[in-house]
Every structure is written in structure tokens, then in C-alpha cells.
T-cell receptor
């Protein structure tokens, strides 16, 4: 059973461009979480999604950030008009059901130049 | 709100030394507590967990006991190895919130 997959692993964007980060949960998992890890810091929750629903986006910046988890395909975290402060590692986690252990992917390291 | 305070790093030990990484928390209700480990360039792996007071989580020689009276979940290992070098994160989930709240992480380096 493959683990949580994230791609790309590394992404470089210039200021003002868009970044799209993909997360494929473990097989049978329908719950996805996104976290951001700034340099020298712990992970901070961004958003929690189930298939076709955003359950909790309380950690998501109000502007430029959006997330989706369609019925088919991976979950996408989208950052529009990136700025240098968006440079971070973005981790996705999945779980098979609500309030259950989360399994993390390897992360996408976004660098904004 | 929920928060996790973790021992400042970095921590450097010699192989076979005893390890303690302190973790205390603030949470509403009765949280579940976790230790995650992150090796260089990788994602987080669950190391151990405890879901109620006085539970002891253990894995790969690491242990942590859920202490409600001191709101703590300190990580210990009796004899560390070079391969234990990594960043360790304490985390909790509590109440109706499904997300994990993490501490800032502790970098452990074990020297041969």
C-alpha cells in the first residue's frame, strides 16, 4: 500500500506566479489535511478536506490560498501570486476516517525567488 | 486555544546516552498526544501516541507517558543511537478540532 504521495517535491516560483501542490492520499483514505512548515518552525495547520468538501479552513490565509479535494484525483493546494514569505515546506496528511491517525507525505518544498 | 511547548534545541548527545525531550501542552478537554519524528528531507512519521491520562506510548525504544496533572508528555529513550538523529515534534489533537497542533520541534544529533 503506497503511502501519501506529494508532487512536486521541490517547486521554484518567481514572485507573482502561481504554485500548485498536489497530494494523493493513501488508498482508502478520504480525509486530507494540509500543513505548512516555515523555516525553523513546527508545522501549522492550514485546511482539512474530505472528498468534495472543505471541513475546516481556519488555518488558511484569507487571500491567495485555496484548496480542493475533488471526487476523482488528488487534493490540490493552490497559491496565487506567490510572495517570498510563502517559501516553506507544505505537508499533506491523510486519514481513513474522521478523528483518526494522520499519515504524512514527504512534503513539497516551495521556494519563491 | 490549544498549544504545545517543546524543549528548545538543538540537543547533542553521545551514542548510548539517555535522552529526554520535554513537552507540555495546553488544551481544552482531553487531548490525544503524539510524538512525530522527521528525518532530513522527509515527511513526518508517527513515533508513538497516547490517548488518555496515564497511557504510555512506546516504539523503537522511545517512551512517553501522558501526565494529566502536569500536562506533560516527555519523550525518553534509555540509549540513543546515531540513527536517532532527527527532528522530534510533540503534537496534540483535541476536542472537535481534527487538526494536529505541533510544538516547534527539537533537533537531536547523536554522535558516535
Amino acid at each position: 500500500n503506497a503511502g501519501v504521495m506529494q508532487n512536486p517535491r521541490h517547486l521554484v516560483r518567481r514572485r507573482g506566479q502561481e504554485a500548485r501542490l498536489r497530494c494523493s492520499p493513501m488508498k482508502g483514505h478520504s480525509h486530507v489535511y494540509w500543513y505548512r512548515q516555515l523555516p525553523e518552525e513546527g508545522l501549522k495547520f492550514m485546511v482539512y478536506l474530505q472528498k468534495e468538501n472543505i471541513i475546516d479552513e481556519s488555518g488558511m490565509p484569507k487571500e491567495r490560498f485555496s484548496a480542493e479535494f475533488p471526487k476523482e484525483g488528488p487534493s490540490i493546494l493552490r497559491i496565487q501570486q506567490v510572495v517570498r514569505g510563502d517559501s516553506a515546506a507544505y505537508f499533506c496528511a491523510s486519514s481513513p476516517r474522521d478523528n483518526y491517525e494522520q499519515y504524512f507525505g514527504p512534503g513539497t518544498r516551495l521556494t519563491v525567488t | 486555544g490549544n498549544s504545545v511547548t517543546q524543549m528548545e534545541g538543538p540537543v547533542t548527545l553521545s551514542e548510548e546516552a539517555f535522552l529526554t525531550i520535554n513537552c507540555t501542552y495546553t488544551a481544552t478537554g482531553y487531548p490525544s498526544l503524539f510524538w512525530y519524528v522527521q528525518y532530513p528531507g522527509e515527511g513526518l512519521q508517527l513515533l508513538l501516541k497516547a490517548t488518555k491520562a496515564d497511557d504510555k506510548g512506546s516504539n523503537k525504544g522511545f517512551e512517553a507517558t501522558y501526565r494529566k496533572e502536569t500536562t506533560s508528555f516527555h519523550l525518553e529513550k534509555g540509549s540513543v543511537q546515531v540513527s536517532d538523529s532527527a527532528v522530534y515534534f510533540c503534537a496534540l489533537s483535541a476536542g472537535s478540532a481534527r487538526q494536529l497542533t505541533f510544538g516547534s520541534g527539537t533537533q537531536l544529533t547523536v554522535l558516535p
